[in-house]
């Protein structure tokens, strides 16, 4: 059994920069911490009606990073099965942040061990954000909950195991990007999201996949729970 990394050990140096966004006690005695970071090397961002966007010349997306870890610094737990380790109030908070984004990436190990929606509650169903799930090889189960929605879009380098066809049945679109190293590449994945017009994305996916998009330095902000 693999073990299961910490927040820490995953994510690395940029969370031991982080600085508080905010520290209040919330009722019932449940006390909820936010800790915020920004990637000062990216390019200038602007807000607007508590939006965060980059300007449209730039063609790349401000990218926020979420990250939910325990007091202990896991992800899940030791077996690595997936529970609420964030108190009610910080899952209001991320409905807000779904609320305020373009889109919401994440990757194909996510989705295919948690069946989550990633979609902001009591929305219409085409007026959900778009959701990106990264998966190089085609490896989705095709049952998901997320397959059966609008608005959401696989992104898949190569399909070794021919799932193509069964998953063009979902309502979700295929797209492809090239492989770097047997992953997606990043790079080419962030200018392709300009053409979906894509100014802000959140980024709810598991340590392998946020790590990697941390070392890239692709982020604009970085909030842990």
């Known amino acids: 059994m693999h073990a299961v990394p910490t927040a820490l050990e995953a994510f690395g140096e940029p969370i031991?920069?982080?600085?508080?966004?905010?520290?209040?006690?919330?009722?019932?005695?449940i006390e909820h911490k936010a800790f915020q970071t920004n990637n000062w090397k990216s390019v200038p961002w602007r807000s607007i009606g508590g939006r965060d966007f980059r300007p449209f010349k730039?063609?790349?997306?401000?990218?926020?990073?979420?990250?939910a870890s325990s007091i202990d610094g896991n992800t899940s737990l030791k077996g690595?099965?997936?529970?609420w380790i964030t108190?009610?109030?910080?899952?209001?908070?991320?409905?807000?942040?779904?609320?305020?984004?373009c889109a919401i990436l994440t990757g194909v190990g996510t989705v295919n061990h948690d069946n989550p929606n990633l979609n902001v509650r009591n929305?219409?169903?085409?007026?959900?954000?778009?959701r990106f799930i990264l998966d190089s090889h085609l490896s989705i189960k095709s049952d998901l909950s997320i397959l059966?929605?609008?608005?959401?879009?696989?992104?898949?380098?190569?399909?070794?195991?021919?799932?193509?066809?069964?998953?063009?049945?979902?309502?979700?679109?295929?797209?492809?990007?090239?492989?770097?190293?047997?992953?997606?590449?990043l790079s080419?994945?962030?200018?392709?999201?300009?053409?979906?017009?894509?100014?802000?994305?959140l980024v709810e996916a598991g340590p392998k996949l946020t790590a990697s998009i941390i070392e890239a330095g692709y982020y604009d902000d970085l909030i842990i729970y």
């Open 87 to 101: 108190s009610e109030y910080a899952r209001e908070d991320v409905q807000k942040l779904r609320a305020n984004v």
């Open 58 to 67: 730039e063609k790349k997306p401000f990218i926020t990073i979420k990250v």
């Open 123 to 130: 929305r219409e169903p085409h007026k959900q954000p778009k």
């Open 148 to 185: 059966q929605q609008d608005n959401v879009f696989i992104v898949y380098g190569d399909d070794p195991d021919n799932n193509f066809d069964s998953l063009i049945k979902t309502k979700a679109k295929l797209v492809k990007i090239p492989l770097r190293n047997n992953q997606i590449n």
């Open 188 to 201: 080419s994945l962030v200018s392709h999201l300009d053409e979906y017009g894509i100014n802000n994305l």
């Open 80 to 83: 690595g099965e997936s529970k």
């Open 16 to 29: 031991s920069f982080a600085i508080a966004k905010y520290d209040a006690v919330l009722p019932r005695g």
